[in-house]
């Protein structure tokens, strides 16, 4: 008996020191949860309202205007971005980039990478190991943006993404990443990257109504601004996964500690049950003694 009630202190030890691990891991998360945030939050609107001022100009503009960088060719060579974190203990997070990027692939790249034709060019560790261990066809030079988080950082890998679409190595280039919302929820999402992708009614038609001034002209306009607002969606991604990396490793710790005091509550009333049962097979014991003494 003495064994069983040593066993269980030992395990509500145990389970108390992770618990203290777990609630540091949430503080830790909630105050840089708090930055990312902010930098999400300011950083959207600028870089949304950019992408459909582009989007809406590469729709609208005739045929004769070269615009590179949203020339739509037959997808043979396809290159994936998935953004996931450099740590774990963030639930499912890295587990839902991973596993989206292997259903876009299966759902509209299934026969290209029957060919050998999907590149992936990981951004953070989780995602960096995964597809290593998995064999595939992998760019292994910016994953490890998240270790110096900065738009130059970010910078290099977009321009490379875009530098070998233009050169004709990758037809297609999608970006899959968690959008964030609140602490709790995250929306995992791909997203075309390029071409640059146009505008559509509701009816599916191109929509082509757009109305601009254009000084000096579209033409060199577009050969200034088509890269930088195309590094600001990969910074924007970038940022978007940051955040929800960190709101979903506080989830994470906040369930994980819930669930250490369940568990505690639980030992706690098994090592009360054996202590009782011990000290009643003493006093039975004593009693016995007792009553074999007297007789």
Not at 154 to 179: N, P, T
Not at 180 to 185: H, I, K, P, V
Not at 189 to 209: A, C, D, M, R, W
Not at 237 to 258: F, I, P, Q, Y
Request: glycine share 4%; aromatic share 6%.
């Amino acid at each position: 008996m003495s064994g069983q009630l040593k066993e269980v202190r030992n395990r509500i030890k145990s389970v108390t020191s992770t618990q203290q691990i777990t609630k540091a891991m949430k503080m830790v998360s909630a105050a840089k949860l708090r930055r990312a945030q902010d930098a999400i939050v300011q950083m959207r609107p600028y870089a949304v309202k950019l992408q459909e001022m582009l989007s809406n100009i590469v729709s609208s503009a005739s045929a004769d205007v070269n615009m590179p960088l949203a020339d739509e060719r037959a997808p043979e060579r396809i290159l994936m971005i998935p953004i996931t974190s450099d740590r774990g203990l963030c639930g499912a997070y890295n587990a839902n980039i991973i596993k989206l990027t292997r259903q876009v692939i299966k759902d509209k790249f299934a026969a290209q990478e029957a060919k050998g034709n999907v590149t992936i060019m990981p951004i953070g560790k989780k995602g960096y190991e995964a597809f290593l261990r998995a064999g595939v066809n992998m760019i292994d030079t910016y994953w490890q943006i998240f270790a110096d988080l900065r738009f130059e950082n970010v910078k290099h890998a977009a321009v490379y993404a875009q530098e070998s679409f233009l050169r004709g190595e990758y037809d297609r280039v999608e970006i899959v990443y968690s959008q964030f919302r609140n602490a709790a929820t995250q929306v995992f999402i791909s997203e075309p990257y390029l071409p640059i992708p146009k505008v559509v009614n509701e009816e599916g038609t191109k929509k082509t109504n757009a109305d601009f001034i254009y000084e000096p002209d579209m033409e060199t306009l577009l050969q200034e601004l088509m890269p930088k607002i195309l590094n600001t969606q990969v910074y924007k991604a970038v940022l978007d996964a940051n955040a929800s990396e960190h709101g979903a490793r506080m989830t994470a710790m906040d369930k994980a500690s819930e669930n250490a005091n369940e568990m505690l509550r639980s030992l706690k009333i098994s090592y009360n049950r054996a202590r009782q049962a011990a000290i009643t097979t003493e006093l039975t014991e004593i009693v016995s003694g007792a009553a074999a003494l007297q007789g």
